[in-house]
């Protein structure tokens, strides 16, 4: 099939790759304007346009698609349209386009999980199970007809990030897969169960802040889901401490918040039990294991983390 490919991060990147090393055309790319900048404020590329100008992929991106990107998307003639991750509603001007329109790969189980930030959620929730679906796109958010869906176990210590990458690579397997049903006509659509679903918003800075009045099961599915962003924090006194890692801790007696050395671990006092830090950074400091920071730092007594 002839497919326009929509996505921005990482994520898509994956999906696109398996689409572009497949029997499938994909004619045009589509992705967001780049708006991550380095550290002298240049314009860094979306992770999709960056392998689409790789390979040499016709790329556009739209402020916004529905006022931009309609002619333009087409005069491509496409058979159909993938999303992933894209990040901008489409219209059904634009679902219309294609002969068979648009399927989104949707980091999570549908109907659980629609809107952004699925993975991330899923992980700060503590739950278990989570997968790709692969659905038809309707004007609704995340709300269209499933075509496929796969499932996995998030693993006890595993970050967003993670888990992440492994779902990109599942979905990438089954939209090619999808692909082929539709086809053939072998995927048969089914409605999602509203009274079933659930929504969740974008994450935002203030949702890594760490809170060590909460339990331990709370504040390391926490950490987890906002690693690698927007990255889990505390402070300590007017500085603040970013937390790379962090586990279950082993000591017990400890203050709220009360920071200490234990057997080359630094443990923080919550809820019910501690957490180990495992990896973190100072202000103005490089990310480091626990053990090279224990190192070079000592802990005072009296530390505490808020």
């Known amino acids: ?31 967001q304007p780049d708006r991550a900048k380095d550290r002298k404020g240049n ?11 790789q390979v040499g992929l016709p790329l556009y991106q739209f402020a916004s698609i529905r006022n931009e990107g309609v002619d333009i998307l087409k005069s491509f003639g496409a058979d159909i349209m993938v999303t992933a991750a ?9 679902l219309d386009i294609a002969p068979y329109g648009v399927v989104n790969v949707h980091a999570s189980l549908l109907p659980k999980y629609r809107g952004s930030a699925p993975v991330q959620w899923a992980v700060i929730n503590g739950e278990k199970q989570t997968g790709v679906t692969v659905m038809q796109t309707a004007v609704g958010v995340d709300d269209g007809d499933m075509l496929a869906a796969v499932k996995t176990e998030i693993g006890e210590n595993e970050t967003s990030g993670e888990l992440m990458s492994r779902l990109s690579e599942m ?21 999602q ?18 809170d060590f009045g909460k339990s331990v099961k709370s504040i390391v599915c926490r950490c987890n889901g906002v690693t690698p962003s927007p990255g889990a924090f505390a402070f300590c006194g007017n500085d603040v401490w970013k937390i ?3 586990a279950v801790g082993e000591s017990v007696g400890l203050a709220v918040g009360e920071v200490k050395a234990v057997n080359g671990k630094i443990e923080v006092g ?28 000592k802990i005072a007594d009296g530390t505490r983390l808020s």
């Open 1 to 31: 099939m002839k497919v326009i490919f929509l996505g921005t991060p990482e994520f898509a990147v994956t999906v696109l790759k398996a689409l572009y090393s497949s029997d499938h055309e994909v004619v045009a790319v589509i992705s």
């Open 244 to 246: 790379g890692k962090i």
């Open 86 to 94: 894209y990040g901008q509603i489409l219209t059904k001007e634009i």
């Open 43 to 53: 314009p860094l590329p979306t992770p999709v346009k960056a392998f689409a100008l």
């Open 171 to 191: 979905g990438a397997l089954l939209l090619l897969d999808t692909l082929k049903g539709l086809e053939s006509g072998a995927v048969k659509a089914v409605p």
């Open 270 to 297: 919550c809820l019910g039990g501690s957490v180990s830090l495992e990896r973190l950074q100072l202000p103005g400091k490089k990310m480091l294991d626990a053990v090279d920071f224990l190192r070079g730092h």
């Open 193 to 210: 169960n509203d009274a079933e679903s659930s929504r969740c918003r974008m994450l935002k800075k203030q949702d890594g802040h760490i």
